[in-house]
């Protein structure tokens, strides 16, 4: 497959044009042309908002399509980005549109609509069940304030037959409005299928390749899944704890048996942009202090005043820091391989 990143050099005329004349302009031209992307490429392009979902459809698509991901940059903050007009010319070229949804990547919904667009799309927050209205991710918060079940998470990790029923899949974590859904694997997995069924219905003479590449994937997210189980096994029964700046890696601890320690009000600050009150921080400064949390999971791409003092205090107490990002690392784009180094580093803070 082709990989690219998006493109600014479509000119102001060009983006005020009608959606063929975007597309001559450059919409599926340059150096990054779906002709250039294999022997017997089908000439189908993919548009994913982030690199996370774009990498998981060029896993599936193979050399038969283009993957273009508007937001793949290592550093930047999908919640608070703003779109560009190349954006629009992107998604109006594409074939296929993979996005996340749940408010996440809201300027996709937003171009979709005011281009009147009818293009397939796959949008992994609706797979997963995940509306994303709600500010407090949907968790269970008791008495002290923590986002953590009463035992912390009694069910098992997914056990995938890669024969999911799409009607019936239901979102198992208690999380319905927390919009990571990507740190799901059991969702990526589905998602996957999904895309697997829209190239397949797009470019029938191509259909096996996207079936053997979609196995394959899901075979790896089989394995993955299975390294995410372990985390949270220990010799004496117990579950490790984590305290964590933003609720990024929230579906995968949950499928780890981790406790999150974090308190509800520090995710519900982060979510709405605001500084968590002074009490949150206090309790906060209690759980590092005193050695309540085993790791703390650091989302560098959301940094605050209240993360960077958490991040010190951490390293003060030798508490480990691991990070888990919104997007793939410059330099990467597997999505296997991305969540394998993160849950490894994980795995070592933990002692595993």
């Given at each position: 497959m082709t990989l690219r990143n998006r493109r600014h050099w479509l000119t102001v005329g060009c983006l005020t044009?009608?959606?063929?004349?975007?597309?001559?302009?450059?919409?599926?031209g340059g150096e990054g042309d779906a002709a250039d992307a294999g022997e017997?490429?089908?000439?189908?392009?993919?548009?994913?908002?982030?690199?996370?979902?774009?990498?998981?459809?060029?896993?599936?698509?193979?050399s038969n399509v283009e993957v273009v991901s508007i937001i793949d940059e290592a550093g930047a903050d999908p919640h608070s980005y703003e779109s560009q007009p190349s954006d629009a010319a992107e998604l109006v070229g594409a074939d296929l549109i993979v996005h996340n949804g749940a408010g996440y990547d809201e300027f996709v919904s937003q171009i979709i609509a005011s281009e009147g667009l009818d293009t397939p799309a796959v949008e992994a927050a609706a797979v997963a069940g995940v509306e994303g209205h709600s500010h407090d991710h949907g968790h269970e918060h008791s008495e002290d304030g923590h986002e953590h079940s009463e035992d912390g998470h009694d069910e098992e990790p997914a056990d995938h037959d890669h024969d999911h029923d799409h009607d019936e899949h239901s979102h198992e974590h208690g999380a319905e409005d927390n919009e990571h859904v990507w740190y799901d694997l059991a969702v990526v997995s589905e998602v996957a299928e999904r895309i697997?069924?829209?190239?397949?219905?797009?470019?029938?003479?191509?259909?096996?390749?996207?079936?053997?590449?979609?196995?394959e994937f899901q075979d790896g997210i089989d394995e993955l899944a299975t390294s995410v189980a372990e985390l949270g096994e220990s010799e004496d029964g117990g579950h490790p704890h984590v305290l964590s700046t933003e609720s990024v890696a929230t579906y995968l601890l949950a499928d780890a048996h981790i406790h999150d320690l974090?308190?509800?009000?520090?995710?519900?600050?982060m979510h709405n942009e605001t500084d968590p009150p002074a009490a949150v921080i206090a309790e906060i400064n209690e759980i590092i202090d005193g050695g309540e949390a085993d790791v703390m999971i650091n989302n560098p791409q959301t940094e605050t005043g209240v993360t960077n003092e958490m991040l010190s205090r951490a390293e003060q107490a030798g508490m480990p820091v691991v990070e888990f990002t919104e997007t793939l690392p410059e330099g990467q784009d597997d999505f296997l391989a991305w969540m394998t180094d993160q849950v490894d580093a994980l795995a070592a803070a933990l002692g595993r």
């Open positions: 044009a009608t959606a063929a004349l975007i597309t001559a302009c450059g919409g599926n017997g490429s089908s000439g189908l392009t993919v548009v994913a908002s982030t690199n996370v979902w774009g990498s998981v459809a060029a896993a599936v698509g193979g697997a069924d829209e190239l397949s219905e797009l470019d029938a003479d191509n259909a096996d390749g996207y079936r053997s590449n979609l196995a974090t308190p509800a009000g520090m995710h519900l600050a």
